[in-house]
């Protein structure tokens, strides 16, 4: 059986890699995966849930807020670079900045009421799944946090590390 610690620190890192200023880069959150890595050396099996692995209601609302603004910074990400390419040396970055403060803001509220995270990862028997997102921006997010992967092999790494 799995820990329920184990669980607490993974969904609480989990959601301070959400709430980050570079929540919208495509790398792994070191806490989260060496934390990741220490448990697959305990013999922990870890991996990226199917669609039969759902959020709850509850969990799916916060889901929806970390999607928003997490989607918003993108977007406002996508602007300056667009505004950069059109613009060039007279681009004007600042003019976004708005954009990014408030969903950093959001993200930040989102975190204050809930700190220690929602059920990201859950236990199954003697496994740990990463609950899916029916969002696939959301799911990518995920995937970019944790280092884990969709994969018929289950623990593949995004280097493409084979567990």
């Known amino acids: 059986m799995i820990d329920e610690s184990v669980l607490y620190h993974l969904n609480h890192r989990m959601m301070t890699a959400l709430i980050g200023p570079d929540v919208i880069e495509s790398k792994p959150y070191p806490a989260i995966y060496d934390y990741i890595q220490e448990l697959r050396e305990e013999g922990c099996n870890i991996y990226m849930g199917d669609h039969s692995f759902q959020y709850s209601e509850e969990d799916l609302h916060v889901v929806d807020r970390l999607v928003a603004w997490i989607t918003q910074m993108m977007f406002a990400e996508n602007l300056i670079s667009q505004d950069e390419a059109d613009m060039g040396a ?59 992967t969709h994969s018929p092999l289950r623990f593949v790494a995004n280097d493409g590390t084979v567990f």
Not at 96 to 119: R, T
Not at 121 to 144: H, Q
């Open 90 to 148: 007279d681009a004007n970055p600042r003019l976004f900045d708005s954009l990014m403060v408030n969903a950093q803001l959001g993200l930040l509220a989102c975190e204050e009421e809930h700190f220690d995270g929602i059920n990201f990862f859950i236990a199954d028997g003697d496994d740990i799944v990463l609950v899916p997102s029916p969002y696939f921006i959301f799911e990518d997010v995920l995937r970019d946090k944790t280092g884990l």
